[in-house]
């Protein structure tokens, strides 16, 4: 079996690695800064890419006498 010289820090091996083959030093530190990164992104709320509907209290309106008005 190759020893693998890891990095601390390296996330390649973590996801090109058969974890078997890792030192249990790297899995721990490696789910550490993951639980960290979930715990981070978790408070993060990304904007919707849906488009919003016009509010219905803006729509145009006729005057009296038949224009168009904006409101």
Avoid: C, V
């Amino acid at each position: 079996m190759k020893k693998l010289k890891i990095k601390k820090g390296d996330l390649m091996p973590w996801f090109l690695e058969d974890h078997g083959q890792l030192p249990q030093w790297y899995l721990d530190d490696t789910e550490k800064f993951f639980k960290w990164f979930e715990k981070k992104t978790s408070k993060l709320q990304a904007p919707s890419s849906k488009l919003q509907a016009p509010s219905a209290t803006k729509r145009p309106q006729l005057n009296s006498t038949n224009k168009l008005e904006r409101l």
